[in-house]
């Protein structure tokens, strides 16, 4: 199911129920609202006390009053499920719902998300008020999507949670022997003798089997998937028809994201990166990769479901966003595929943990203000952009981020135990590749290769879902595959593979890793280039025979790269040396390998290289790929392209999160590419009020926070700047 909208959504997260004894502040918001172009906020979703204030007492006709409101002033509504936040009566009279923690002691009733999901009493209660307010709201027009509780997270050790993972284990291993065979419990005499030995994963008690880790993490994504499909269900039997989504975090490990992703009809996340901490051209590029994990996953238009207009309140240092951030984020999302720009909050609250937490109306309440402005002059631009909500990103080259694996990784006691970089690593690839303005989808190892021209898999230390079969006719077929250190050591119970790593690859890969040396915080290697000659010599004597990169210079790279933390020793069979390690007891042998199999090349990097070196390399292979972006442009450091393609009209993003100005050859594009046309340039300054600050001139150098967006397709005329 694909959902779409007939516009790109703009506004956010509302709050009314905090605000019923003042109703001229609806009124007031509103107004703003209207001034703002906001058409869209999300209602109800830490509401339960005031629709169901005591149980089994519904009082709906306020939030009905709030929407006939909202609806007629053009706001529509994505209506939330109130389970992120239970009212006191509900701890209260069933004790059950508070969650356990791994040391077993049980949480008193506050904050919020810590309630327990296999908790029959939790059900029973989320499906009737979800009944009711499907079977009151789902017809009405305002409402467009159910927003299905809020950030799900958390995890419950109650005796109702262990049961329920101890029939999870009956149903995948059948006998309690499968389990100790697969989790090797005969190590340190841990046999289990029945299923009802099995306790989870805790400080005071068993912590050491990481085949019980591995699979307590996955009944933990599966019962939190469960969980929302009860609460999509509970719609569904009450009639309701409109699409479902639910609000995903940031690099939030704990939970298999995909498994969500399946329950609902559209991917929805919460976006809030620290601008300013670090370069923010490092920040954007992160962002973009979080942008492209959430739309990778169902590999359509994904909604941002939350960002923040202003300074977040939670922060160690809630730093102000600068001039122009708010802007190129927004546009950012929309580039990556996003079909909304949607904040937390409208208004800001008056007291609570969020009162200073950023929003469209501050406290002052008026629109002289330089976020209510800044956010107006968003909704301005998205007004011009209605036409991309038609469009999708289409990307050639993948990069594998893996729930499971990271679970498995980060717990394997091994060969580092403060710090695997996972997520670095996956990060390196996705910006070589970014770097290159080509469009990245981020996939876990149950995702299709097949679309893919270059699928890059960095530290796949766990293989599961069938992965070496996909790997190997991904190459046969004419693919280029990359794989890094690290990878193929385990299967899918975190058992490790016998007879030669990468296990099942060695053939593809056209080696077998020996050793891993892992390095401490202050060391370092190097890797130098070896590709000038059509047959590498080997420490041994023997000579490896070209496999691939055949057009590889040492002059295209630098004389050395830095490495860090892990660096893999390998034997080369089939495969040719093209970078080797610079010094320690291994320097001279192969650090970046590269081996021909049926009609593609798999590529094998070594070390935990420095990003230099991912993007110098992954520009030779991109180039021998014959992948590129879609300007001819070199593109400067801190700039990003990213591209979404509608029906008859490629749409081109150009963004400078460099911090200086950038230089934009957009004339000579224009002349190259008769088909290429301006859409808009937008610049930072912040306009007077009632000034819509989009430029008419074409410049040739974009500020920091600029974008200018190019149509490919169809001539495409520009906003003209003056008064709106």
């Given at each position: 199911m694909t959902v779409t909208f007939d516009q790109i959504l703009y506004g956010g997260d509302y709050n009314p129920d905090q605000w019923l004894e003042y109703p001229e502040i609806l009124s007031e918001d509103i107004r703003l609202m209207k001034q703002a172009r906001i058409n869209t906020v999300s209602l109800g979703i830490f509401a339960w006390a005031m629709l169901e204030p005591e149980e089994g007492d519904y009082r709906l006709d306020w939030m009905e009053e709030i929407i006939s409101r909202l609806y007629e002033n053009g706001i529509s509504v994505i209506l939330a499920t109130p389970s992120g936040a239970?009212?006191?009566?509900?701890?209260?009279?069933?004790?059950?719902?508070?969650?356990?923690?791994?040391?077993?002691?049980?949480?008193?009733?506050?904050?919020?998300?810590?309630?327990?999901?296999?908790?029959?009493?939790?059900?029973?209660?989320?499906?009737?008020?979800?009944?009711?307010?499907?079977?009151?709201f789902d017809s009405n027009p305002a409402v467009i999507l159910w927003h299905i509780s809020n950030e799900y997270g958390g995890e419950c050790h109650c005796p109702l949670c262990q049961e329920a993972f101890r029939n999870w284990l009956r149903e995948k291993y059948h006998t309690i022997d499968e389990v100790n065979r697969k989790w090797n419990t005969a190590f340190w005499s841990h046999t289990y003798q029945n299923f009802g030995q099995i306790e989870s994963p805790s400080s005071i008690g068993e912590a050491s089997i990481h085949g019980l880790y591995l699979d307590w993490r996955r009944f933990v994504s599966s019962q939190t998937a469960d969980f929302c499909r009860w609460e999509i269900d509970s719609l569904r039997m009450a009639g309701a028809q409109k699409p479902v989504t639910t609000n995903l975090m940031y690099d939030h490990s704990p939970l298999n994201y995909h498994q969500l992703a399946e329950a609902v009809d559209i991917v929805s996340w919460d976006n809030y990166p620290d601008w300013h901490k670090r370069a923010d051209s490092l920040t954007a590029a992160d962002t973009g990769m979080e942008h492209d994990i959430m739309r990778s996953m169902k590999k359509?238009?994904?909604?941002?479901?939350?960002?923040?207009?202003?300074?977040?309140?939670?922060?160690?240092?809630?730093?102000?966003?600068?001039?122009?951030?708010?802007?190129?984020?927004?546009?950012?999302?929309?580039?990556?595929?996003?079909?909304?720009?949607?904040?937390?909050?409208?208004?800001?609250?008056?007291?609570?943990?969020?009162?200073?937490?950023?929003?469209?109306?501050?406290?002052?309440?008026?629109?002289?203000?330089?976020?209510?402005?800044?956010?107006?002059?968003?909704?301005?631009?998205?007004?011009?952009?209605?036409?991309?909500?038609?469009?999708?990103?289409?990307?050639?080259?993948?990069?594998?981020?893996?729930?499971?694996?990271?679970?498995?990784?980060?717990?394997?006691?091994?060969?580092?135990?403060?710090?695997?970089?996972?997520?670095?690593?996956?990060?390196?690839?996705?910006?070589?590749?970014?770097?290159?303005?080509l469009n990245?989808?981020?996939?876990?190892?149950?995702?299709?290769?097949?679309?893919?021209?270059?699928?890059?898999?960095?530290?796949?230390?766990?293989?599961?879902?069938?992965?070496?079969?996909?790997?190997?006719?991904?190459?046969?077929?004419?693919?280029?595959?990359?794989?890094?250190?690290?990878?193929?050591?385990?299967d899918e119970y975190d058992l490790t593979v016998l007879g030669g790593t990468p296990g099942g690859l060695m053939d593809v890969m056209g080696l077998r890793s020996t050793e891993i040396d892992s390095l401490?915080?202050?060391?370092?290697?190097?890797?130098?280039?070896?590709?000038?000659?059509?047959?590498?010599?080997?420490?041994?004597?023997?000579?490896?025979?070209?496999?691939?990169?055949?057009?590889?210079?040492?002059?295209?790279?630098?004389?050395?790269?830095?490495?860090?933390?892990?660096?893999?020793?390998?034997?080369?069979?089939?495969?040719?040396?093209?970078?080797?390690?610079?010094?320690?007891?291994?320097?001279?042998?192969?650090?970046?390998?590269?081996?021909?199999?049926?009609?593609?090349?798999?590529?094998?990097?070594?070390?935990?290289a420095e990003q230099a070196f991912y993007d110098d390399v992954y520009r030779e292979i991109a180039r021998e790929a014959g992948l590129q972006g879609p300007l001819s442009w070199e593109i400067p450091d801190g700039v990003e392209v990213t591209s979404r393609a509608g029906s008859q009209t490629e749409y081109i993003f150009i963004q400078n999160f460099s911090g200086q100005a950038a230089a934009v050859p957009v004339n000579r594009l224009l002349s190259e590419d008769s088909s290429l046309s301006v859409l808009l340039m937008s610049s930072p300054e912040i306009p007077a009020p009632g000034v819509y600050a989009f430029s008419d001139e074409v410049k040739e150098e974009l500020p920091p926070f600029g974008t200018l967006i190019l149509a490919r397709g169809r001539a495409s005329a520009r906003p003209a700047a003056g008064k709106v």
């Open positions: 239970r009212p006191h009566w509900l701890a209260d009279r069933y004790p059950e719902v508070l969650r356990v923690n791994e040391d077993r002691t049980r949480s008193l009733f506050g904050l919020r998300h810590n309630h327990c999901y296999t908790s029959p009493a939790y059900r029973q209660k989320v499906r009737m008020i979800n009944q009711k307010l499907a079977e009151r359509q238009p994904y909604l941002m479901m939350e960002s923040c207009p202003g300074a977040v309140n939670w922060s160690s240092v809630s730093k102000l966003k600068r001039p122009g951030v708010l802007e190129a984020t927004s546009l950012q999302a929309l580039a990556h595929g996003s079909d909304s720009v949607l904040y937390f909050q409208i208004r800001k609250g008056r007291g609570g943990f969020e009162k200073f937490h950023g929003a469209v109306i501050d406290h002052y309440g008026r629109e002289d203000d330089r976020t209510y402005q800044e956010c107006r002059r968003v909704g301005l631009g998205l007004e011009k952009l209605r036409d991309l909500r038609s469009s999708r990103v289409k990307s050639r080259a993948a990069v594998i981020f893996d729930w499971e694996n990271r679970w498995a990784l980060e717990n394997a006691a091994g060969p580092r135990n403060q710090g695997m970089f996972y997520r670095e690593a996956v990060r390196k690839s996705h910006h070589a590749f970014r770097r290159l303005g990245v989808d981020v996939i876990d190892m149950t995702q299709s290769l097949e679309e893919y021209k270059i699928v890059a898999a960095p530290m796949l230390y766990m293989f599961r879902a069938g992965f070496e079969q996909k790997a190997r006719t991904f190459a046969e077929k004419g693919g280029t595959l990359i794989l890094t250190y690290w990878s193929g050591v385990a401490y915080d202050w060391d370092s290697n190097f890797l130098v280039p070896c590709m000038n000659r059509e047959t590498a010599e080997l420490p041994d004597g023997k000579t490896a025979p070209a496999g691939g990169a055949s057009s590889w210079r040492p002059e295209n790279f630098a004389e050395t790269y830095r490495c860090s933390r892990l660096c893999q020793l390998v034997n080369v069979t089939t495969a040719r040396p093209l970078f080797v390690y610079g010094t320690d007891f291994y320097a001279g042998t192969p650090a970046l390998t590269v081996n021909r199999f049926g009609e593609g090349l798999a590529y094998y990097i070594c070390a935990d």
